[in-house]
């Protein structure tokens, strides 16, 4: 198992230091897993990119340059493409989630029965989201989350409780064929439908979870993204896939 390691960046310099500090102390922990961490910063104007540039020095990372910024799933993508691994996994800058759990999801990946393994938020708990003093938003979002989780789920026929975590672990041969086209946070609907259409082994195991407000800086945007949530499920469940212009 080759693991590669995507993370996108766009004003978190406050969390970067502490993110890459908890990332690589639990890598170096992982037995026979060689890995590598592919860095793409989004032109930040909190200073990220001069944070990551300081880092670089400390932490061996594959630190990709993007002119703009185009949202957070045009910055996976683009780590997809200089990805080596067999495997990968996106993790978040942001501390919303702990590094500490990335050897739960390896674990399970060495069972060789599943090839895309979803970091679960909820456990038993209809909340996800925690918002602070905007409870409207909070109660909305939770409700959304379980219903287009449903919704997902019926789409792949398998249950899953959280298919838009961040937490993903999956095979790279699983879209090797595969143009993905997600450019903001629908890249997780994307990458689950798609893999449900091609007979993906999902499997789900729970992980700890803070989320920011939006005051703390949450980049979901309370009515252009859920538009574009549904949106993605309609055309990555109905649409033919694309595949890449070189096949």
């Not at 979803?118 to 038993?124: F, P, V």
Request: aromatic share 14%; glycine share 6%; net charge positive.
């Amino acid at each position: 198992m080759y693991l590669s390691i995507i993370m996108p960046v766009f004003n978190e310099a406050t969390t970067l230091k502490m993110s890459l500090e908890g990332l690589y102390s639990e890598l170096h922990l992982l037995k026979d897993t060689p890995f590598e961490v592919i860095v793409v910063e989004s032109n930040s104007t909190d200073g990220s990119r001069e944070v990551l540039l300081q880092l670089s020095k400390v932490f061996d990372f594959n630190l990709i340059l993007e002119l703009e910024p185009k949202g957070k799933g045009r910055a996976v993508r683009k780590g997809m493409d200089f990805a080596s691994g067999s495997w990968i996994m996106v993790f978040d800058a942001d501390l919303e989630y702990q590094p500490s759990d990335i050897h739960k999801l390896i674990s399970i990946s060495r069972n060789g029965k599943h090839n895309f393994i979803i970091g679960s938020r909820r456990g038993e708990s209809f909340r996800v989201r925690n918002f602070g003093q905007h409870r409207v938003r909070e109660f909305v979002m939770n409700a959304a989350h379980v219903f287009f989780s449903f919704l997902v789920s019926l789409t792949v026929g398998k249950t899953l409780h959280d298919p838009f975590s961040m937490y993903k672990l999956f095979r790279k041969d699983i879209f090797e064929n595969v143009l993905l086209q997600s450019d903001r946070f629908d890249l997780d609907w994307e990458l689950v439908l798609i893999a449900g259409r091609l007979q993906a082994n999902f499997t789900e195991v729970s992980v700890s979870y803070k989320s920011r407000s939006f005051s703390e800086g949450k980049k979901i945007r309370f009515f252009r993204d859920p538009l574009n949530w549904l949106w993605a499920w309609f055309r990555f469940s109905f649409f033919p896939i694309r595949n890449r212009p070189n096949l």
